[in-house]
């Protein structure tokens, strides 16, 4: 089987599994993980901030920032496709009692600062105000767009000229920097917080970093704490995250599959293929993706549905240029069938 659905699907590398076995342990909720603490502290500084927190998964990593940065009944700007309002169950509302404003994003997921700065309210006798602007980089459902760094600053620039700050939904922006050839805390300089999923393309197992102020750390811990994400002896799983820290290179290799993929799928009539920027590559297919889905199935090729018609591949870490070139062909064989 090659399993394109995800970059989540990824399993430990060996050396992940030793690390793993080898971490020097404590009660995180303490502090007293010496592991944990070293992951956090390597974050940050990778992603520019004073601090970071270690937190189970991208999605309670947006959460926490977006509780932390907010009040309840305030709104939330954030891209109409983006993760944080498309796919994690209402939580600005559930967790966070927030109104979200979704803005429709030109170029492939990226926001205007003018859309940004008609999307703002202020706060008066009948309107709640406007408590967080949230970015995306990569845009996963625009297909992994890589938005360049003065973007992100524009974007954020804009709303803190309103007062409002900003938090970027950072999945996957070691992604964006290998596609701009960039450091990672290029990506940071004008925003208040940023998250890092370690269980992508960088191959953990387990977990996210949430980066921004020593004060907002401090407080987003109690929020990580008050959501049930206070962990124990998490060097267990925080180990192989150092070692993800370390192989953000190997993610250009991803880039290049996904291209071959994409030159591939492009050849075969019936397919509209978007132009990926980094190792997601949204398909348009000739029927409803999931009787396209079932078909690569069982040609041993695994998929994600992103629309009536829309299919996405993702490359990562365990497929192979070869094993590439394999799941073209048999998606060939599916859409001549
Ligand atoms: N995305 C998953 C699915 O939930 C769609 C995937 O397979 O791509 N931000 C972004 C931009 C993401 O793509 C994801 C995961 C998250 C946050 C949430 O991360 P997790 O899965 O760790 O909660």
């Not at 940065?69 to 305030?74: F, L, S, V």
């Not at 709640?128 to 949230?134: E, F, H, I, N, V």
Request: hydrophobic share 40%.
């Amino acid at each position: 089987m090659i399993d394109l659905r995800s970059d989540t699907v990824t399993k430990p590398t060996d050396s992940m599994r030793e690390l793993a076995a080898q971490a020097t342990v404590g009660d995180d909720v303490y502090g007293e993980d010496q592991t944990v603490n070293e992951l956090e502290s390597r974050a940050a500084e990778l992603l520019g901030f004073e601090d970071a927190l270690y937190v189970p998964s991208g999605t309670m990593g947006n959460q926490i920032a977006a509780r932390t940065h907010t009040e309840p009944g305030q709104e939330i700007i954030c891209e109409r496709d983006s993760h944080i309002y498309r796919w994690e169950l209402g939580g600005l509302a559930q967790h966070s009692g927030l109104q979200t404003r979704p803005i429709a994003g030109t170029d492939r997921g990226v926001l205007r600062p003018s859309a940004i700065a008609d999307g703002i309210v202020e706060e008066d006798a009948h309107r709640p105000g406007t408590g967080l602007l949230a970015l995306e980089n990569t845009h996963n459902a625009a297909g992994g767009t890589a938005i360049a760094p003065s973007r992100i600053d524009e974007g954020a620039t804009t709303a803190h000229e309103q007062g409002v700050p900003v938090h970027l939904d950072g999945a996957r922006l070691a992604n964006a920097a290998v596609a701009h050839d960039v450091a990672l805390d290029r990506f940071t300089d004008a925003v208040d917080s940023a998250t890092l999923c370690l269980s992508k393309g960088l191959g953990a197992p387990v977990g996210s970093v949430l980066a921004g102020s020593v004060s907002f750390i401090e407080r987003a811990r109690r929020v990580r704490k008050l959501l049930g994400g206070g962990m124990r002896q998490a060097g267990m799983i925080a180990a192989p995250g150092l070692e993800a820290l370390e192989s953000i290179d190997r993610l250009e290799t991803d880039h290049e599959n996904a291209t071959i993929l994409a030159d591939r799928l492009d050849a075969i009539d019936g397919l509209t293929v978007h132009p990926p920027e980094t190792n997601i590559l949204l398909v348009t297919v000739p029927e409803p993706a999931p009787t396209f889905l079932d078909a690569c199935a069982n040609a041993d090729v695994l998929a994600t549905a992103f629309d009536e018609y829309l299919v996405r591949f993702t490359t990562h870490r365990d497929v192979s240029r070869a094993a590439v070139e394999t799941a073209a062909d048999r998606i060939a064989s599916v859409v001549s069938a």
